[in-house]
């Protein structure tokens, strides 16, 4: 009895109720898959994929040709190439430059491509993702976010353009193996973390309560990022990613959003927690 008693509050003095962590995070990615299979969302992907394959013939058609001429101006210059290219000729095989050049151009482009389908996700598609998922699992959440079209879309576009610049400035270290995958996954969880996890809360949450619950929940958001950049090693989930991770970010967010309220005796309408359910989702 005495451990009930000293149990309860301390629980509502201290960490906040409801998973957190790991469990959390796990139940953000349950959630987000049982939500992607409903007609809506699966009906969401065309928009990111189809600005995103737009984005690459654009990307490909306008500077391939001037990426790759200057790619191979500068691979002339580099000893180490040139070595391995004079060693592969005398054996026999072809230059490493044929392979190499466009391998790097497609590096280089496609990745634009992709994170500009990500930034169209944040700024269009979470809004539709959040009217979705709210109405059946978060009606006690009221909205209490101010000028989130502005805050959003500046968030997407700031991130995205420090992606760009970041991946390429980063390029030459993939010549150190462990690096070229390292690089890769830690871009695209920094793009995943800093874009998405804005965009899921920025309608609900005021200003100090994004900051608490980022401040709080910093590990989780990159823990996220981090699983949803792996899946994105995966070429075929590139068609569902953008829309995808937007469902576990606002998944994720709403839920601790909800917990920070309950717990602090913000304002919360229409509802209790007992009342949220994965049906329907």
Do not use: C
């Amino acid at each position: 009895m005495s451990v009930m008693n000293n149990a309860g509050p301390a629980s509502s003095r201290g960490s906040l109720p409801g998973p957190v962590g790991f469990a959390a995070v796990g139940l953000a990615f349950r959630r987000a898959v049982v939500s992607q299979i409903h007609p809506k969302m699966l009906a969401a992907l065309l928009m990111p994929f189809a600005i995103a394959l737009l984005g690459a013939i654009v990307l490909l058609w306008g500077f391939w040709t001037p990426l790759t001429g200057w790619l191979d101006d500068q691979a002339s210059q580099w000893d180490v190439v040139n070595h391995i290219d004079q060693w592969m000729l005398a054996i026999g095989w072809v230059s490493v430059k044929l392979y190499a050049v466009p391998v790097m151009a497609a590096a280089i482009l496609l990745p634009m491509a992709g994170i500009l389908g990500l930034v169209i996700a944040a700024i269009f598609v979470m809004p539709i993702v959040l009217r979705h998922i709210e109405r059946r699992q978060y009606t006690d959440v009221a909205r209490q976010g101010q000028h989130a079209v502005t805050v959003g879309a500046w968030n997407a576009v700031v991130v995205g353009v420090v992606f760009v610049i970041g991946w390429g400035l980063t390029m030459p270290l993939w010549l150190f193996p462990p690096l070229a995958l390292v690089l890769p996954v830690f871009w695209w969880a920094f793009a995943f973390n800093r874009i998405m996890r804005v965009d899921a809360m920025v309608e609900h949450a005021t200003a100090i309560e994004r900051r608490q619950l980022w401040r709080r929940h910093n590990a989780s958001y990159w823990l996220i990022g981090l699983l949803l950049s792996l899946l994105n090693l995966l070429p075929p989930m590139w068609l569902v990613l953008p829309v995808f991770s937007a469902l576990v970010f606002a998944h994720f967010s709403l839920e601790a959003l909800r917990q920070y309220r309950h717990h602090t005796g913000s304002s919360v309408v229409g509802g209790t927690p007992e009342q949220e359910s994965d049906k329907g989702a």
